[in-house]
């Protein structure tokens, strides 16, 4: 019966009690604010008419934009339970003597008051209730348990509706506002049991906005203004809210006139109060059929059809009844502007905002709520009200023109809601592959200039390091006009940041700029230290300023950096001589390049090497080939550079020794000098091994991987295709092959999705079942290491399909969305899940919505009981085959292990088998195995 329950109100186990309070406390409120709310608008109209509504109205608007200025104040200051605490203590005393204030036959000003400060209350306590309910739950929780809040508080109108309807003729209005009291007094103790029992989801947006001192109301400010998203947001609620009062007035107008024995068109039943009891009857009508969409259909509709389309259907809605309205003004037509305010505005409108305001920016979520509720929907009110004041003879005209307004903003909204949450993921996300000129492109003019002059500023800092990277920054942007800065600032550099900034421009796109050059000449000229002056002379060698005759004398020289200038000099010279003697100097140099590179001193290699790579040809590369192993680290480095600068197109042949030398070696920057180099030779056939190469690469090589790769065009496509789909290999290396396919032929990745993320989809399950339910099968064996190796499994599998989808999606670094999923902030965790599904195609996402889930895995085992058909039942030993034959490496490494352990019959036969057909990365294992 549980299971039958929980299933019926989309509640998973341990939920029930949480969310019974959270239920209990809307009923609570909303059935005293209703209560006030109907009985204060019913008897202003019969006591005071409709003439003045809009002046009412306008009152309503100031007062709210007064109150949500102190809620916002009060929310800088203290937690928003506190802050709703408060709101229901005071109405809650108001309203009590209210009561006693009614018992005394009250003067008509009265019922103004009245219906002022119960409108602004209900607004009030709607946004503290959402504002408080946001606090606890996450997107996914919300998509499935808002509906049922909203059920619990149109269950609270209803039932205010029919105690109106039934016992105000019997009992009087002063009942009800003791028992609206007594009712919001009864809330505070539940506010204060659910701090008590209920845990908060981590989210940091509060903190960071409302800190203390003035600068947190500026930065609200600022964030608001700058962001599209909010200002689309609040701007639909700004015409929902108009459209409301717009609404409102025209049908109270409509009942006005249908009620009015003297312009009413049949016979009506006497008494005082049929306005009142006619909307109180109409209204528990409404919010009975809210509570059985909020409850039983808006998660499934949200699911089925998606957010986003579900904001076009109120403004729709209403477009068509104030088309019907403009053509005759009839009661029937004011009803259905009374299930457009109370259904579409209140279940569907509001539940609608409610998910919304979680893909708004992280600096704006905890308070969007706020600033629209309680300080834009009264600014709504208060140019509704004084455009009805001035056209109120148009009211009709004027409403249809919000309507259209209306589906204008949700068709934006509808567009900008996955970029935003897309944006969101990305803002908490650290994007170490990002270069500064990469960062640059996407900022406006405002932020680049402001970027600019702070490094312009840091190239002033005291700190050496500090103006180093600053001038290591200035040059990757490229921009001739920072030159004149980059010179001035470098004369304020002490002797080793002058050498360190000699080698900066010398691997940069100034490093021929005449004024450059000139500056390095002026240092080695003037310079007392000889670092500095070797330093600037080999960089003016490698450009050709240095005249041979005068180099020639160093080539007998003791100091490294003098004899590879001259070395330098003398094959690279611009001077005029003749050809016979450039010749004759090439040659020269040419031996003593030979000479350093056969030389033991490591330092003399090195500096060969660097010799050979501003060479061309299959010569030099060969000989920088044979260094690729050598035993220094160092000399593998300089080797790597120079293959790295005499590659091309023409050296396919030497592709094999740099990839042989990039699989034996771990340093990573040994590891991507080898692969630009590839990069460069661009040969197909090695792609494949590159990629396998690759399980245990750091993230930054697999970047450059991922990039040399995509450089060599469709051709791979073949061969990335079968890495994808070849489920034996690592996961890593399907996920790089993947995101190198999407970047050169993603209709060719989006045509197999299908077929390789089902496949996908039925791993995740088996070991996602096994991994659960195998150890209460067997409590009397230790499974731990078993059970642990099927959820690595299953979370492997997941984390593989998420890239999958998210590549095959086009979004951009889809790796903070495993990030996400895996990290402990529940609410990025449904943003990245929410950001999945609307960017993935609808069937794939509707397969895999079940894993992702982040619910307890008993109730995914309960939602994977109809799948459990198509895996048989396996005992242990049957299981531990299964894994024998698994693909995964790990998988039949435990396998082993688990039977040898347990003495499972023929363990030792059966892994004999595996070693035949095993890579040796397993050998070792087995054999320690069977010598045990």
């Keep these: 019966m549980r299971r039958l329950v929980r299933r019926a109100f989309g509640i998973y186990i341990g939920e029930g009690r949480n969310t019974f309070r959270f239920g209990l406390l809307g009923i609570t409120w909303a059935f005293a604010a209703s209560t006030a709310n109907t009985l204060s608008m019913s008897f202003l109209l019969e006591k005071c008419g409709i003439g003045f509504l809009p002046l009412v109205y306008l009152i309503i608007a100031s007062g709210m934009i007064g109150v949500s200025s102190l809620l916002i104040y009060f929310l800088r200051k203290t937690s928003s339970h506190r802050i709703f605490l408060w709101t229901t203590g005071i109405a809650s005393l108001v309203f009590f003597l209210t009561a006693l204030v009614l018992a005394h036959h009250p003067e008509a000003w009265m019922w103004t008051f009245l219906f002022i400060f119960s409108y602004i209350v209900e607004s009030a306590l709607i946004a503290c209730y959402w504002t408080f309910v946001d606090q606890y739950h996450d997107l996914q929780e919300a998509k499935r348990l808002y509906g049922i809040y909203s059920a619990a508080i149109f269950l609270g109108y209803v039932v205010s509706g029919l105690f109106i309807n039934q016992l105000i003729g019997a009992f009087g209005i002063v009942p009800f506002f003791a028992i609206t009291a007594i009712s919001l007094f009864l809330c505070m103790g539940q506010i204060r049991k659910i701090v008590h029992k209920c845990s908060p989801v981590e989210d940091d947006a509060l903190d960071e906005v409302f800190s203390s001192g003035n600068r947190g109301l500026i930065t609200l400010l600022q964030n608001f203004c700058k962001s599209p998203y909010a200002l689309i947001l609040v701007g639909m609620s700004l015409v929902a809210q108009l459209l409301r009062t717009c609404t409102e007035i025209n049908f109270m107008e409509t009942f006005s006139k249908a009620f009015d024995p003297s312009h009413a068109s049949i016979e009506l039943p006497r008494g005082e109060n049929l306005i009142a009891e006619f909307i109180g009857k109409l209204k528990a009508f409404i919010y009975f059929g809210n509570i059985i969409f909020a409850m039983f259909f808006y998660r499934n509709c949200v699911r089925r059809f998606q957010l986003p389309n579900m904001l076009l259907i109120p403004p729709i809605f209403f477009l068509f009844v104030f088309g019907d309205w403009l053509i005759y003004d009839a009661l029937f037509v004011a009803v259905l502007g009374v299930i457009a305010v109370e259904f579409f505005l209140f279940s569907i409108e509001d539940n609608n905002f409610n998910l919304l305001v979680n893909a708004g920016p992280s600096k704006l979520k905890g308070v969007l709520r706020i600033i629209n509720d309680s300080f834009f929907e009264p ?76 490094l312009l500023k840091a190239l002033q800092s005291e700190d050496e390091e500090e103006q180093l990277l600053s001038f290591r920054a200035l040059l990757a942007l490229q921009d001739p006009s920072f030159l004149e800065d980059l010179l001035f600032h470098a004369d304020s550099l002490s002797v080793s940041g002058k050498i360190s900034w000699i080698h900066l421009v010398d691997e940069s796109s100034f490093s021929q700029d005449p004024k450059l050059i000139e500056k390095i000449d002026v240092w080695a000229e003037t310079s007392s230290s000889e670092l500095l002056i070797k330093t600037a002379s080999l960089f003016l060698a490698k450009r050709g300023l240095l005249h041979p005759e005068k180099m020639i004398p160093y080539l007998d020289s003791q100091d490294l950096y003098e004899r590879t200038a001259a070395i330098i000099t003398l094959k690279k010279s611009l001077a005029n001589q003749s050809a016979a003697k450039a010749g004759l100097h090439r040659t020269i140099a040419s031996k003593e390049r030979d000479l350093l590179l056969k030389s033991e001193n490591l330092d003399e290699i090195a500096m060969g090497l660097e010799i050979l790579s501003m060479e061309n040809g299959k010569e030099a590369m060969e000989k920088a080939l044979c260094f690729l192993n050598h035993d220094s680290l160092c000399i593998k480095r300089a080797a790597a550079k120079c293959v790295e600068k005499l590659a091309d197109k023409t050296q396919s042949l030497s592709a094999s020794m740099i990839l042989e030398a990039l699989q034996s070696c771990n340093d990573s920057s040994f590891r991507i000098l080898c692969l630009e180099a590839l990069g460069k030779i661009k040969d197909s056939t090695t792609v494949s091994d590159i990629i396998l190469s690759t399980t245990y690469f750091r993230p930054n090589e697999r970047r450059v991987v991922e990039s040399i790769i995509t450089g060599m065009g469709l051709k791979t496509v073949p061969i990335l295709l079968s890495i994808i789909k070849n489920v034996s290999l690592h996961n890593r290396c399907r996920i790089l092959a993947a995101k190198i396919l999407g970047s050169i032929a993603l209709p060719q990745l989006q045509a197999n999705l299908m077929d390789i993320i089902n496949a996908e989809i039925e791993r995740a399950y088996f070991y996602f079942l096994y991994g659960h339910t195998i150890p209460k099968q067997y409590p009397l064996y230790d499974l731990s290491l078993l059970q642990n190796t099927l959820l690595s499994g299953y979370q492997s599998v997941i984390d593989f399909i998420v890239y999958l989808l998210g590549i095959a999606s086009s979004i951009e670094a889809c790796d903070f969305l495993v990030h996400a999923l895996h990290g402990k902030n529940a609410k990025a965790r449904a943003n990245a899940i929410e950001t999945l599904e609307k960017n993935s195609d ?59 352990q347990m003495q499972i019959p023929n363990w030792k036969q059966s892994l004999r088998e595996q070693i035949k057909t095993s890579d040796e990365r397993f050998h070792h294992f087995a054999y320690e195995l069977l010598d045990t």
């Design 842 to 900: 609808f069937k794939i996402f509707r397969e895999i919505a079940p894993l992702l889930d982040d619910v307890p895995w008993e109730s995914k085992i309960e939602s994977f009981s109809e799948l459990k058909s198509k895996y048989p039942k396996l005992s242990l030993s049957q299981l531990l085959d299964r894994l024998e034959n698994s693909f995964s490496l790990f998988d039949r490494t435990v396998s082993a292990h688990l039977k040898a």
């Design 379 to 454: 600014i709504g009110m208060l140019l509704s009200s004084s455009f009805l004041l001035i056209m109120q003879a148009n009211s009709k005209w004027f409403g249809f023109g919000l309507a259209s307004a209306f589906l204008v903003f949700s068709f934006f909204m509808k567009i900008i809601y996955s970029q935003s949450m897309l944006s969101h993921l990305k803002q908490n996300a650290i994007r170490f592959e990002k270069q500064i000129r990469d960062w640059l492109s996407v900022w406006n003019i405002k932020e680049k200039r402001e970027v600019k002059k702070d």
